[in-house]
C-alpha cells in the first residue's frame, strides 16, 4: 500500500509561481513512475507530467517550458515547479505513483490562478 500527500498549492496571480510537492510512504521499497495530473470544474482529468524513476521526463503540450516535474528517489518524493501561471492552470492537482503494477492518487491540492 502506497500513500500520496501533497502539498504546495494556494492562489497566486498570473504569472506567479508555486512549488508541489508529493511525497509518499508505506511499505514501499522504489516507485516506478510518479506524475501530475490536473483536474479543473467540468473538465476532464489531463496529464501535466511525468517522471519515471530514471529521470526521464514528458510534459503536455500546455505546460512545456512553463513547468518542470523533478524527484528525490531517496525521500519518494515527486515536484512540480510551476513558473509563468496563467488562469487557465487553476484546477486540482493529483499526483500519481506507479508501484508494483498498481497506480496510487493522491487527494489533490487546489491551485488558483488570479487573473
Known amino acids: 500500500q502506497v500513500q500520496l500527500v501533497e502539498s504546495g498549492g494556494g492562489l497566486v496571480q498570473a504569472g506567479g509561481s508555486l512549488r508541489l510537492s508529493c511525497a509518499a510512504s508505506g511499505s514501499i521499497f522504489s516507485i516506478n513512475a510518479m506524475g501530475w495530473y490536473r483536474q479543473a470544474p467540468g473538465n476532464k482529468r489531463e496529464l501535466v507530467a511525468t517522471i519515471t524513476s530514471g529521470g526521464s521526463t514528458n510534459y503536455a503540450d500546455s505546460v512545456k517550458g512553463r513547468f518542470t516535474i523533478s524527484r528525490d528517489n531517496a525521500k519518494n518524493t515527486v515536484y512540480l515547479q510551476m513558473n509563468g501561471l496563467k488562469p487557465e492552470d487553476t484546477a486540482v492537482y493529483c499526483c500519481?505513483?506507479?508501484?508494483?503494477?498498481?497506480?496510487?492518487w493522491g487527494q489533490g491540492t487546489q491551485v488558483t490562478v488570479s487573473s
Open positions: 500519481n505513483a506507479d508501484y508494483l503494477v498498481v497506480t496510487y
